[in-house]
């Protein structure tokens, strides 16, 4: 299923980070260049927001859907510059 893709921007990341999530790997390059990570990464809560727009705009926007309580098998690593699709 192909639900688009999202540009994630390093902008976008500061942006969102600062605002809900604001660890310096989210915030902050230069000091994220000696985190585990290498580098500037995507706050799981913004990799989800991405996901759930991508979703709705490409799925379920055709359906009336109930929202389940939980989500498995999410893995987090959105680096900045990387397409989310």
């Known amino acids: 299923m192909n639900l688009g893709y999202h540009p994630v921007s390093e902008e976008e990341i500061i942006r969102f980070a600062s605002e809900w999530d604001s660890q310096y790997f989210h915030t902050d390059p230069t000091a994220a260049l000696e985190s585990y990570f290498g580098g500037l ?26 929202a389940g309580r939980r989500f498995g098998g999410c893995v987090f690593s959105t680096l900045s510059g990387q397409v989310m699709f």
């Open 41 to 66: 990464i995507a706050s799981g809560l913004h990799t989800l927001s991405i996901f759930q727009r991508l979703s709705v705009r490409g799925f379920f926007e055709h359906y009336d859907v109930i």
